[in-house]
């Protein structure tokens, strides 16, 4: 499978280098440079709907905009093609910021319905701003692309577009393999648990709609100079749909799908031109076989055929990775991660959830908080971790106080949690998962990944020997390559510990890990705690599971009816009457008052 | 444009008569969207195409020779039937992944091609329905108006108020209200899930065929009418708050009004960038729509 990809991009070269040698006539060659203008916006778009799981239904709106903002500074001020899509790709860009950074927050169907809407507003601005754009008659006279006030022949501007497909291609498929699109992946899995890794998901969203903008930007302005004169009706809600539907017949997240369907869909109506009428119903009931048939596109499908075919790629060897014992150990001096939880209290509505609950977790021990269903515990949790708002308290983590912070922020302040039901990144594979909680102690930037730098090489290569360690030190080393979606139910437990503790946080939280473990499993993740311990983390470890307690924590911390009814050692805690009262109802003075009166 | 010309515009009697043709068909549209929304956190994206079908299939159905009202009644139970179908076959195999991606598509594949055949049918031009609505102009505060034209906002009203006492008070209201909230535990509670939301589709396009046949005599009916329509309707839906019915209908109603003074006084152009323009800035500021409740993040 390694050599897929480089392969693949040499046979693209190919192809583009053969085609305008082979192109019997203008016409045909002009249709070619029509797709790879297509192919510029899908390959754009894929980001979005591939790896964020997105979808803009605006694209053609985005186009236009390039188109406009190209074909004006053309003409206008006589732009060349160079520096036209280049005030194209501003604009877009800007406008691609303006209308995902609002919208991603909320629900993906949002995103669908502002896209939509902002397609048509672009369409009829085209309209009714006649001055500019011409209005319904459009913008003529486009010149003839040039580039530094040379013209271009019809080869050389052939030339242009298939270099600037194959960049983008390229650039894109960079930015796939990095952090970025490792991390855009994630949030489109789990919201949640990016977040609890430090993983900004509203900032990676309005990237990957920037980056669909800038490319429809872009080949809007090539459009502008193929075409020398663009009109509002070129620009429709069913173009938008188009766009969209060449990205997934190709294979949405793959590197070349959009391609292939850039190109299915540019000549398909060359042959449907025939049926006239029914081409539109055609193209409906292409999109739906494509639904229903193909949900993962063309090269969805294939790349699914072979993994079948052939033997999975073998685990990467246990020696490349880093102990985690050295990954993980943090400088003595620093040391101390201490929580301190301040009477916090949360109310939902009438019920007060917590109150006024204290809590403090001293630097490398190992506290349990538990307390009966009810009690609080998972609201606290929630709390500290940046989910939900404390409405009065404060906490802070050595010092540096969280209240109020984003689950984000907390995250990257050394606070790692893992979730009582498992909130994995399903489809990612188990390395994979882990290496998207280390992404917060990743430094190399947008520019590194495109280009992939020796920074971003040697960052992405410690990364992946940091997971590789780690995943031996959880003893996943030989699921590395399973999608975590398929693990065991017990493993998938270890995995969210391996992935969060990727992060190398100072505190880690671990929100009932041995519910629905068989008791050999929690003899194991008992053992796995104490390692854990031993590297200097400090835990806070939510649990039912009284031996397990027991056996492990320095301090326990009992939640009653989301109050602190008790905070000492074990030994102490298991003979406090009030925590005996709170889990078995009655104390026995109060038993046999019960008794006698039955 | 000049002043001289937008008072002359404005005086027109033309232009007065037109102000009492407000547009309420999205208010219509938009409570489709509730509907299905409500009951199935997913929605037919083409929902416009169906109250194209009603009136389409109405102006066939007395092409055909049949007489109006059962050219009528027919018109809107293929809608109902219409409904179910895209549900059962295009929404529901979908329905249970974590993105939207697929019921949006197959839905707007199945807008796409019954477009297509509404316009192989039924020609590339528009005609309305003969109605006795249309007959006789009443006088409401000097301005003409048909009885028809006020069916529609009459009609909203009534359907949002039903459908308020439908949810208080039947078994299968309060049915659609819990696969709203949570599928799964109403489907242990002993609710058929598929069934009610197959109804919640069935319902919306029910009244979306027979808005569609209310119109077909005041507008110019033709099969490419849906989609704007269908999309104006989801922004509607979605700044009125699309868990709201009395928050849909009320900005659906309001938006027709808007779009009317716009058109009349800027473009038809105009129109469109102010409508769609008010609904990101909508969506900006109150991100669950004017009258929708906020959905609480459970982790």
Redesign the interface.
Known sequence: MKYLIPAGFAVFAAILIAVPLLASNEYELRLFMLFLIYGVIAVGLNVLVGLTGLVSLGQAGLFALGSYTGAIVATRIGFDIIASSIAAAIVSGIFGVLLAFPTVRVRGVYLAVVTIAFGIIVENVAIEWQSLTGGTTGLTSIPRPNVFGVRLSGFAFYGVLAVALFVITLLVHNLKTSRYGRTMLAVSQSETAARALGINPTALRTLAFVVASVTAGIAGTFYAFLNSYISPDIFTFSDSVRFLLMVILGGAGSTFGPIIGAYILTYMPEYLQQFQLWQKFAYGALLLLVMFALPRGILGTLHQMLKRLRPADPVPDVSEGLPAATTLRRDHNEVAAELVANSLTVRFGGLTALSKASLRVKGGEIHALIGPNGAGKSTFVNTISGFYQADEGQFELDGIPLTGRRSLDIARLGLARTFQNTELFGELSVLENVMAGYDQRLSYRMLDALLRTPRMRREELECRRTAIGLLEFVGLSKYANEEARFLPFGLQRRLEIARALASRPKLLLLDEPAAGLTTQEIDELEEMVRRIAALGISILLIEHHVDLIMALADNVTVLDYGQVIASDSPAVIQNDPRVIEAYFGTSPIHGEIAEAGV | MTLVALCRRHFSADFITNMSEFDFRQAQVALGFHIMWSAAKAVNFAHGDTLMLGAVLAVMGVDAGLPLSVACILAVVAGGVFGILLERF?VR??ATS?????W???T??????S???A??QFGGFSRPLASPGVNNAVHILGAGVYPQELVIPVFAVLVMIGLKLMQRHTLIGRAMKAVAHDKRAAALMGINVNRIVAFSFGLASLLGAAAGVLVAPVIQVSATMG??LG?KG??VA?IGGITSAPGVVIVGLGFGIMEKFVEGYI?T??R??IG??V??LV??VF?QGLFGKREV?K?
């Open positions: 295009a195999p979908f974590a993105t939207s991606i697929g949006m598509l197959t707007i594949a199945v807008g796409v091609m477009e297509a055949l316009t192989l989609t704007l999309l989801f922004a979605i473009s152009a105009a469109e960038i769609f323009g609904m990101i969506l900006l991100p993040l982790v």
